[in-house]
């Protein structure tokens, strides 16, 4: 139940995502947990997966739906199924270049693979010394005859590395130019030089590393304009920026959900555990901020979906929020859980593991609150400037009424 005024389709929707990811990608995403025992390892693409999600028809509304709806469908799936969530939320993101910037032959070749769930997609993005400074990036593309470059230098952290089957992949084309000398590149991952490695990370998503060894990339494999790239990755972040906070409030939702009916069961002090004042105060606070961040991301979707001007600031708001709501959440939930909260195949242990990272990539809140205040202070220099020219008005006019000059 949110205040936020979905329509009745919506919420069927909704309701169905979460059947859905219960009844049918669950069990695919647990049969896909890898490293020593299910233990948290070096994960791999879990290909079932990702084909459960194109025969739904999930992947294909990647590219249809609108912001709102792509955050619907992301806080759905989170709550039931934080693999399931991630994997589409991958397709989308390493296949949304493709759909906006594509050539027809470039979309006629890959869309389709995406959306079916045949083909997985990757965004490369950082680098080993380019995360959150994305604009810093040093993989070279050097010219190699007319219309065509060599990448030389490597990605890392990159979703879906090293098994997807194509990249987007940003390299600089213009030394010492900044975001203006970047380039986006559609790099199918059989092209010769390119190689990667998984990383182990605490979250059980495929993460990895890619290497380019003088790898050819021509005229043909461009995504949008030659050294206008940085706008391919800025355009696709802001539409993901916002559902990457639905993405946390879905978790938000589940420990919530699990906490309530916990301290609702849990003998404790001879009554019940959400009859401890200290306990059902801090259940009300968790529930407070997780529909505050829901309805700041769903403010934020409807925006962009709008196409209102201020959707920088609005996305970097709803993320910034929402994963530092969901970090707050999942850990106070653990909290009151007690030990077992933190019990290897828990719910709650789960989620620990996962909210995490959302803190930190596409992103991190510190950027975010950069980005924030950026457009704050943007959209006062308007004001700023007609406040400065008001102030040249009256001290003009204040001389006229001296010199007993009347004013125009």
Same mark, same amino acid.
């Given at each position: 139940?949110?205040?936020?005024?979905?329509?009745?389709?919506?919420?069927?929707?909704?309701?169905?995502?979460?059947?859905?990811?219960?009844?049918?990608?669950?069990?695919?995403?647990?049969?896909?947990?890898?490293?020593?025992?299910?233990?948290?390892?070096?994960?791999?693409?879990?290909?079932?997966?990702?084909?459960?999600?194109?025969?739904?028809?999930?992947?294909?509304?990647?590219?249809?739906?609108?912001?709102?709806?792509?955050?619907?469908?992301?806080?759905?799936?989170?709550?039931?199924?934080?693999?399931?969530?991630?994997?589409?939320?991958?397709?989308?993101?390493?296949?949304?270049?493709?759909?906006?910037?594509?050539?027809?032959?470039?979309?006629?070749?890959?869309?389709? &693979?995406?959306? #079916?769930?045949? @083909?997985?997609? *990757?965004?490369?993005?950082?680098?080993? +010394?380019?995360?959150? /400074?994305?604009? !810093?990036?040093?993989?070279?593309?050097?010219?190699?005859?007319?219309?065509?470059?060599?990448?030389?230098?490597?990605?890392?952290?990159?979703?879906?590395?090293?098994?997807?089957?194509?990249?987007?992949?940003?390299?600089?084309?213009?030394?010492?130019?900044?975001?203006?000398?970047?380039?986006?590149?559609?790099?199918?991952?059989?092209?010769?030089?390119?190689?990667?490695?998984?990383?182990?990370?605490?979250?059980?998503?495929?993460?990895?590393?890619?290497?380019?060894?003088?790898?050819?990339?021509?005229?043909?494999?461009?995504?949008?304009?030659?050294?206008?790239?940085?706008?391919?990755?800025?355009?696709?972040?802001?539409?993901?920026?916002?559902?990457?906070?639905?993405?946390?409030?879905?978790?938000?939702?589940? &420990?919530?959900? #699990?906490?309530? @009916?916990?301290? *609702?069961?849990?003998?404790?002090?001879? +009554?019940?555990?959400? /009859?401890?004042? !200290?306990?059902?105060?801090?259940?009300?606070?968790?529930?407070?901020?997780?529909?505050?961040?829901?309805?700041?991301?769903?403010?934020?979707?409807?925006?962009?979906?709008?196409?209102?001007?201020?959707?920088?600031?609005?996305?970097?708001?709803?993320?910034?929020?929402?994963?530092?709501?969901?970090?707050?959440?999942?850990?106070?939930?653990?909290?009151?859980?007690?030990?077992?909260?933190?019990?290897?195949?828990?719910?709650?242990?789960?989620?620990?593991?996962?909210?995490?990272?959302?803190?930190?990539?596409?992103?991190?809140?510190?950027?975010?609150?950069?980005?924030?205040?950026?457009?704050?202070?943007?959209?006062?220099?308007?004001?700023?400037?007609?406040?400065?020219?008001?102030?040249?008005?009256?001290?003009?006019?204040?001389?006229?009424?001296?010199?007993?000059?009347?004013?125009?």
């Amino acid at each position: 139940m949110t205040a936020f005024s979905l329509n009745p389709e919506q919420i069927t929707r909704c309701d169905r995502l979460r059947e859905q990811a219960a009844e049918r990608l669950r069990p695919l995403a647990e049969k896909g947990v890898t490293g020593a025992e299910g233990l948290p390892g070096a994960a791999r693409v879990n290909r079932p997966l990702v084909a459960a999600l194109g025969e739904l028809g999930l992947l294909e509304d990647l590219f249809t739906s609108g912001a709102l709806d792509l955050c619907l469908m992301r806080e759905s799936l989170a709550r039931v199924c934080t693999e399931a969530e991630t994997a589409l939320a991958l397709q989308g993101l390493g296949g949304h270049p493709v759909h906006a910037y594509g050539t027809p032959a470039q979309r006629g070749r890959w869309l389709p &693979a995406v959306g #079916a769930g045949r @083909a997985v997609a *990757a965004f490369a993005l950082s680098e080993p +010394g380019a995360g959150s /400074d994305a604009a !810093a990036l040093a993989l070279s593309a050097a010219p190699d005859g007319p219309s065509a470059w060599r990448l030389t230098g490597e990605k890392s952290w990159i979703s879906n590395a090293p098994e997807a089957d194509f990249y987007t992949v940003f390299a600089r084309t213009s030394p010492d130019a900044g975001a203006r000398g970047v380039t986006a590149f559609l790099v199918p991952a059989d092209r010769a030089g390119l190689t990667g490695a998984p990383l182990a990370m605490l979250s059980p998503h495929p993460i990895g590393t890619l290497s380019f060894d003088g790898v050819r990339v021509g005229a043909d494999d461009v995504l949008g304009e030659v050294d206008r790239g940085f706008r391919v990755a800025m355009t696709t972040l802001n539409r993901f920026r916002p559902s990457v906070g639905a993405f946390a409030v879905g978790m938000a939702q589940a &420990a919530l959900d #699990a906490t309530l @009916a916990h301290t *609702a069961a849990r003998d404790a002090f001879g +009554g019940k555990l959400k /009859d401890l004042q !200290a306990v059902s105060h801090q259940v009300a606070e968790m529930a407070t901020r997780t529909e505050a961040a829901r309805l700041l991301v769903y403010a934020a979707a409807a925006a962009y979906d709008r196409g209102e001007p201020d959707i920088a600031g609005r996305a970097a708001m709803a993320k910034l929020f929402a994963t530092e709501t969901a970090q707050f959440v999942v850990d106070t939930a653990v909290q009151l859980h007690g030990a077992r909260g933190l019990l290897h195949g828990h719910l709650l242990e789960h989620l620990y593991r996962e909210v995490r990272a959302p803190r930190i990539y596409e992103g991190a809140s510190e950027v975010q609150r950069t980005v924030i205040a950026k457009e704050l202070y943007k959209a006062q220099e308007p004001s700023a400037a007609r406040a400065k020219e008001l102030h040249q008005e009256n001290h003009e006019n204040q001389e006229n009424l001296e010199k007993g000059t009347p004013s125009a």
